[in-house]
T-cell receptor, first 120, second 112 residues
């Protein structure tokens, strides 16, 4: 099966410019995640969607970052305006979700190749 | 904060077993241990996960101690292509959903 697709793979912008990243999850995966990975650190969750609804955006800097998943399939993450400290790899992941005994279960997350952003 | 601690780096000779340790002393009874690896310039790749019992798949084996406070990922015959950063993650329940909290991982270098 096809994996998680992301584009672009690389982006260089100047500070205060805007940028958008796109993610297409694995077919049938209801849960989609955006992570930020700064050089030398592990990925940090920014936002989690279940279908087209936001489940967790507690770590998303909402003054400059926004994300949407309008039709519950692909998603875009936007930064406006960008700061130098936003230079990082932005990873998208998806997982299959099921429901049993009144609870939601997310299965293993599968990651895309990431978008490497450099803000000058 | 991450619920796991790992050594920052390890070396392993090609063809030998690589044993990567992970401490997760505050793990709760229903929290799974996941392992991923990240090869340079790629996204994290799923390796294996487990709850209580030892697990094995085509990539690796996962040994979880009886008290579940630590685990070891075993790559039985390491190759140069196994050089990567290995992340041990405890999947935590949070506000009706599950999330991974990554630490800084172990940088494994397989030596020829």
């Amino acid at each position: 099966e096809a994996g998680v697709a992301q584009s672009p793979r690389y982006k260089i912008i100047e500070k205060r410019q805007s940028v958008a990243f796109w993610c297409n999850p694995i077919s049938g995966h209801a849960t989609l995640y955006w992570y930020q990975q700064i050089l030398g650190q592990g990925p940090k969750l920014l936002i989690q969607f279940q279908n087209n609804g936001v489940v967790d955006d507690s770590q998303l800097p909402k003054d400059r970052f926004s994300a949407e998943r309008l039709k519950g399939v692909d998603s875009t993450l936007k930064i406006q305006p960008a700061k130098l400290e936003d230079s990082a790899v932005y990873l998208c992941a998806s997982s299959f979700s099921s429901r049993a005994s009144g609870r939601n279960f997310q299965e293993t997350q599968y990651f895309g190749p990431g978008t490497r952003l450099l803000v000058l | 904060d991450a619920k796991t601690t790992q050594p920052p780096s390890m070396d392993c000779a090609e063809g030998r077993a690589a044993n990567l340790p992970c401490n997760h002393s505050t793990i709760s009874g229903n929290e799974y241990v996941y392992w991923y690896r990240q090869i340079h310039s790629q996204g994290p790749q799923y390796i294996i996960h487990g709850l209580k019992n030892n697990e094995t798949n085509e990539m690796a084996s996962l040994i979880i101690t009886e008290d579940r406070k630590s685990s070891t990922l075993i790559l039985p015959h390491a190759t140069l292509r196994d050089t990567a950063v290995y992340y041990c993650i405890v999947r935590v329940a949070d506000r009706g959903t599950y999330k991974y909290i990554f630490g800084t991982g172990t940088r494994l270098k397989v030596l020829a």
